[in-house]
């Protein structure tokens, strides 16, 4: 098993930047890929960016590309979402997630955390 606990969502104007952290716990965070992933209200969620087990390979959604950057630090069982220009349609709960595969599909993903609130105010 693995936990997940985000933090660092919050109210931010648009063009602000903010970011969030996924702190893991259990068994070995640096077994598994990790990915981010986020849900607005009334939508499905939808992939946002993931990373390998190592950190040496990122994939973005093309909504994110080139404003968001994933990270991962193994030896302190943390990942991290940097997110830069935002934008009011960023809006949503983000999650982080663990799973076998470095994937862009939320069904592929075993753990994940309980959610944190961004709001990108126009």
């Known amino acids: 098993q693995v936990q997940l606990v985000e933090s660092g969502g919050g109210l931010v104007q648009a063009g602000g930047s903010l970011r969030l952290s996924c702190a893991a716990s259990?068994?070995?965070?640096?077994?598994?890929?990790m990915g981010w992933f986020r849900q607005a209200p009334g939508k499905a969620r939808e992939f946002v960016a993931t990373i390998t087990r190592s950190g040496d390979s990122t994939y973005y959604a093309d909504s994110v590309k080139g404003r968001f950057t994933i990270s991962r630090d193994n030896a302190k069982n943390m990942g991290y979402l940097q997110m830069n220009s935002l934008k009011p349609e960023d809006t949503a709960v983000y999650y982080c997630?663990?799973?076998?595969?470095?994937?862009?599909?939320?069904?592929?993903?075993?753990?994940w955390g309980q959610g944190t609130q961004v709001t990108v105010s126009s």
């Open positions: 259990g068994r070995t965070f640096s077994s598994y890929p």
């Open positions: 997630a663990a799973g076998p595969f470095p994937s862009g599909a939320p069904s592929t993903y075993d753990y």
